[in-house]
């Protein structure tokens, strides 16, 4: 027996798990690109949204803002406006 064929052999062991190891990882990595591939869209189209809302949201801090001074006590009568805009 050669003093170098238990670490071969070791090695060869070592070697033929860790190549299961990355076919299973070859297989997770491909169904996660799938899931991504899928969700995408969906998170691009979040994206807009939450951006459209965060301009109608400044525009209404704004328009809050502007108006805050009216108040002056507690006697002022304040109508609601109807020109906002509704999502």
Same mark, same amino acid.
């Given at each position: 027996m050669n003093i170098e064929e238990p670490k071969t052999s070791a090695l060869q062991i070592l070697t033929s798990s860790h190549s299961t190891q990355i076919s299973s990882n070859d297989n997770d990595i491909t169904a996660l690109q799938g899931r991504l591939n899928i969700e995408?869209?969906?998170? &691009?189209? #979040? /994206? +807009? #949204? &939450?951006?459209?809302?965060?301009? *109608? +949201?400044? @525009? !209404? @801090?704004t328009a809050i803002l502007t108006k805050q001074n &009216?108040?002056? *006590?507690?006697? #002022?009568?304040? !109508?609601? /406006?109807? *020109?906002?805009? /509704?999502?």
């Open positions: 995408e869209p969906k998170t &691009t189209a #979040l /994206q +807009i #949204l &939450t951006s459209s809302h965060s301009t *109608d +949201i400044a @525009t !209404n @801090t &009216t108040i002056t *006590d507690e006697s #002022l009568s304040i !109508n609601r /406006q109807t *020109d906002y805009k /509704q999502h």
